[in-house]
């Protein structure tokens, strides 16, 4: 079959299958986009997900078992529709991160989204790790991506869940030095764009990997 657009796609859902495949003490979910799927990083260890896999292992003492449900150009109503009920079906869930929204910008509906948002956090369990958007760098997209950041950092905090300040980590990296920061494309993070990624959930993964080390 002759490569195309989605080959990376493919491979690296076929990768991550693979990983869940893996046993382990602690199970992992990762909800997203193609972000979540690590597209543009070298391997999975080197995605934010790969990352907070070995994070969640390092902190807590134990092995983990990591599933991604993320899927390519997921919005939030596939998390809703798809991606969380295949979480909640697993026999159990012990870290949750959620990073979505970022392809919901394409055709901005603020109210709409944001009310879409509110249904899935409604949803999630008490521990789940939750992101904002990140920064555009400019024009309109990165406009309404910075509003729709405040807003959804304002809802997870309220919802009492974990919030991951993906925006504000991405938006400090903005300007001519970000570039090797980006892969071939300039839209997926490369491995050093999924290192900032990974520090936006680092401190929230942290704390629960603390929780599940004394547990």
């Not at 603020?110 to 999630?124: R, V």
């Not at 991405?170 to 970000?178: A, N, P, V």
């Amino acid at each position: 079959m002759a490569p195309s657009l989605r080959t990376p796609w493919l491979r690296r859902r076929r990768q991550w299958d693979a990983r869940a495949a893996l046993p382990g003490d602690l199970v992992y979910a990762a909800l997203g986009d193609s972000a979540a799927q690590g597209i543009g990083a070298r391997h999975l260890e080197t995605s934010y997900v790969g990352r907070l896999a070995d994070r969640l292992e390092r902190h807590s003492g134990r092995s983990v078992r990591v599933v991604n449900l993320s899927r390519y150009g997921a919005r939030v109503d596939d998390a809703i529709e798809r991606q969380l009920p295949a979480a909640l079906a697993l026999e159990r869930v012990d870290v949750m991160t959620v990073a979505i929204g970022a392809n919901d910008m394409r055709a901005a509906d603020h109210e709409g989204f944001l009310a879409c948002f509110d249904a899935l956090l409604a949803q999630l369990p008490a521990h789940a790790i939750v992101a904002d958007l990140p920064c555009f760098h400019f024009g309109e997209r990165e406009f309404d991506a910075w509003r729709t950041s405040q807003a959804m950092a304002d809802r997870v905090r309220a919802a009492g869940l974990a919030f991951a300040p993906l925006h504000r980590v991405t938006e400090l990296r903005r300007g001519w030095g970000s570039f090797p920061e980006f892969t071939w494309d300039q839209f997926h993070p490369s491995d050093l764009g999924y290192r900032v990624w990974e520090s936006a959930f680092a401190g929230a993964v942290t704390r629960r990997a603390r929780v599940l080390r004394a547990s």
